[in-house]
């Protein structure tokens, strides 16, 4: 048997239901797999020690619960969700001290299921990068390799799931930040349609892009969060009221692939593909075609213009959300201060950092007079050509499948002064958000030089369950690939 | 907008002014290239043939969910100003306005 914090989820929840482990027991374990590797990791910018431990106990007392799916559960959850009373710092100096008054709606869900929160997870500042480099607080750390990065931006939400510092964690997704990090670090995530998951008390980076999503070590384990964050909540405008189905129910259901049509979109499989990672990816295609898949060749033209496309929306929408750190209400005030203007400008100033700078005004200028039809508006109508042109694709088949970085984990520092670079990186995952639409990222192999490789399964909005499903079984047929030695 | 956009020093300030920054003069001068390059990369989506498109600004295309209007979710003056710089019991306070 494995090391008890790399059992899966689903494993734990039998064992502490049937009481052959105390939450307690589990708890201790995580906590002191963290003390261990956090210097090391840098995975999580808050831990919750005390509140875990004090959790445990009750619920050891209270004996176990059948109603609460996560029952005893230790997860992490990233620090731009909000937990009411444990700081949310958005890994930004701007929110350094800041303890929210309320939970999120997913933050509710996951205390309402028994779980417990071990702490919050590292992240690129407000979200904004793909390494979990941009954090102002430090870096993390890949554990396949230290000397690399993570992925990002949920980077210390795959980081704490590969390394068994929990069994679960709350990532959220504006253009790949949950899949690419689950891809570089081999762990499993989805990013849910638009709307199946409230997006109340998550701090605002794009609003029409965001989602929160789960990341756990396989599709089993993601399926049980997904139930317990799913679903209608009043509190966010764009949160969709139909029913959610059970997740759990179908999952085993596909005894192999025969006649599941996987979509393969040619523009994910050209120039900037590693060879590597290219060769996992056809490995697992053909593994796909030998248990029964039909391979169905789908094209995605406006590829090229997503990456464009994506930044022009995410910046403006950061520019405008981005606009309420003004060191009145929340967050970081500057000392040197005469009057109100100055309170502003030296505040944004002092408490944001380099990206979150760049995109701020780089979105106030697609949106500034004389560039928003060029810029803004322009982009909204190749969003459209994008959508439709993913909708028509998943028309002809069951679900797409393509890699979901271009490149397997790369050096710390290897991007640092050339954003631009950094952002092309990034071409796989962010037209899904354009979109709109459900994406499951999980491993395919290891690398030559030992690093993981993701593929990510796209389909139609609100049909997870079918994602999940082909997902379960994608995970029979392709080899583990273990867990880091760190 | 032409197909070599370049972003000098006084648009960078602009920029800065719009979004209540203030960049330092090397600062200006590396955002200047860096925002160069991305925007020249952005004028990609002047080749896409954009004619007689809506434009699409929110995937969620569901009708609303309503509920009767009441108020709910209140949160005490404790809570509301429990994150703030500076506040007295009742207030938020910033420095002088006139």
């Known amino acids: 048997m494995s090391e008890l914090y790399y059992q899966s989820l689903s494993e734990l929840t039998l064992a502490l239901q049937s009481k052959a482990l105390s939450v307690t027991e589990v708890v201790t374990v995580c906590l002191n797999r963290i003390k261990t590797l956090e210097p090391k990791l840098g995975a999580l910018l808050t831990l919750n020690e005390e509140a875990a431990l004090q959790e445990a106990q009750a619920l050891d007392a209270a004996g176990p619960d059948k109603s609460k799916p996560l029952w005893g559960v230790p997860v992490t959850i990233k620090d731009i969700i909000l937990t009411k009373g444990l700081k949310t710092t958005c890994a930004s100096k701007m929110l350094a001290n800041f303890v929210p008054p309320y939970d999120a709606f997913v933050t509710e869900k996951i205390r309402q299921s028994g779980a417990i929160i071990l702490g919050k997870a590292n992240l690129d500042e407000f979200a904004m990068g793909s390494t979990t480099e941009n954090s102002s607080f430090h870096p993390a750390h890949n554990p396949w390799n230290l000397n690399c990065v993570p992925g990002g931006s949920s980077g210390g939400s795959a980081v704490a799931v590969a390394s068994g510092e929990c069994f679960a964690s709350l990532g959220t997704d504006t253009g790949g930040s949950i899949r690419q990090p689950a891809a570089l670090c081999g762990c499993v995530g989805l990013k849910p349609t638009y709307g199946r998951v409230s997006r109340y008390g998550v701090i605002a980076y794009g609003s029409s892009l965001d989602q929160v999503g789960p990341m756990a070590r396989s599709v089993e384990d993601v399926a049980r969060v997904l139930q317990v964050i799913a679903g209608h909540d009043g509190r966010d405008a764009t949160s969709d009221t139909r029913p959610v189905p059970d997740y759990l129910a179908q999952l085993k259901s596909l005894p192999s692939l025969d006649g599941v049509r996987l979509g393969i979109p040619k523009e994910f499989f050209g120039e900037g593909l590693s060879p590597d990672v290219s060769n996992l990816c056809h490995q697992a295609l053909k593994a796909c075609e030998e248990d029964g898949a039909i391979l169905v060749p789908v094209s995605l033209p406006h590829t090229h213009a997503a990456i464009a496309t994506y930044y022009i929306i995410a910046m403006a929408e950061a520019s405008s959300n981005l606009a309420r750190y003004d060191g009145v209400r929340y967050g970081y005030r500057s000392q040197e201060t005469s009057d109100l203007q100055e309170l502003y400008v030296n505040s944004r100033t002092e408490g944001l950092g380099q990206e979150v700078k760049r995109r701020i005004m780089l979105g106030a200028f697609v949106l500034s007079s004389g560039y928003y039809d060029a810029y803004f508006r322009r982009a909204a109508q190749v969003r459209r050509i994008i959508r439709d042109e993913y909708v028509a694709a998943l028309n002809e088949c069951d679900a797409l499948f393509c890699p979901v970085s271009p490149l397997t984990a790369w050096p710390i520092g290897s991007h640092a002064d050339d954003p631009l670079a950094m952002y092309l990186m990034d071409a796989y995952t962010l037209s899904l958000n354009l979109a709109g639409l459900p994406g499951l990222s999980l491993p395919v192999g290891l690398s030559s030089e030992g690093l993981p490789v993701g593929m990510q399964l796209i389909g139609q909005a609100f049909v997870e369950e079918e994602l999940l499903k082909i997902g379960y079984r994608l995970e029979q047929i392709l080899p583990s690939i273990g867990h880091p030695q760190i | ?98």
Not at chain 2, 34 to 56: A, C, K, S, T, W
Not at chain 2, 71 to 78: C, I, M, T
Request: glycine share 4%; charged share 20%; net charge negative.
């Open chain 2, 1 to 98: 907008m032409n197909s070599q956009t370049t972003i000098g020093l006084d648009e960078v300030a602009h920029m800065a002014q719009l979004s209540r920054l203030k960049v330092s003069q090397d600062e200006q001068a590396r955002f200047a290239t860096q925002f160069g390059d991305i925007l020249n990369y952005m004028n990609i989506l002047q080749e896409v043939d954009v004619r007689g498109v809506e434009p699409l600004y929110s995937p969620a295309e569901h009708n609303c969910a309503t509920r009767i209007d009441a108020a709910n979710n209140v949160r005490s003056h404790k809570d509301a100003l429990c994150n703030a710089p500076k506040a007295d019991e009742q207030y938020f306070i910033v420095p002088k306005i006139v």
